[in-house]
Nanobody
Framework: QAQLVESGGGSVQAGGSLRLSCAASGNTYSSSNCMGWFRQAPGKEREGVAATYRNGGWTNYADSVKGRFTISRDKAKNMVYLQMNSLEPEDTAMYSC???????????????????WGQGTQVTVSS
């Protein structure tokens, strides 16, 4: 059964950093061709933040986080990370990890490409 578990969220002041982690079950990790991070703020639609194909050779970031966030994978540990630097109050949201088995080219940040989702971890950035 597919399973994704996020951790690392919390409260931080603007300008601070957090590192989110996503632990994927073995089957989920090995069968996915893409993994990504999405976020949803209260009253807003969920948006793709960062995503990568399995080989890690291609990543995609939302314009709002480019230069501040970095997605990475540890294949040996079945982990995906999101390093978030220079956090802003606008980054406050529930962050979820997702995995897809058939992500299309150029569609990494489209949530309809993803079949498996974690429960999410809250990130709160205060000014």
């Amino acid at each position: 059964q597919a399973q994704l578990v996020e951790s690392g969220g919390g409260s931080v002041q603007a300008g601070g950093s957090l590192r989110l982690s996503c632990a994927a079950s073995g089957n989920t990790y090995s069968s996915s061709n893409c993994m990504g991070w999405f976020r949803q703020a209260p009253g807003k639609e969920r948006e793709g933040v960062a995503a990568t194909y399995r080989n890690g050779g291609w990543t995609n970031y939302a314009d709002s986080v480019k230069g501040r966030f970095t997605i990475s994978r540890d294949k040996a540990k079945n982990m995906v990370y999101l390093q978030m630097n220079s956090l802003e109050p606008e980054d406050t949201a529930m962050y979820s990890c997702a995995a897809g088995t058939r992500c299309g080219w150029g569609l990494l940040l489209h949530e309809d490409q993803y079949s498996y989702w974690g429960q999410g971890t809250q990130v709160t950035v205060s000014s």
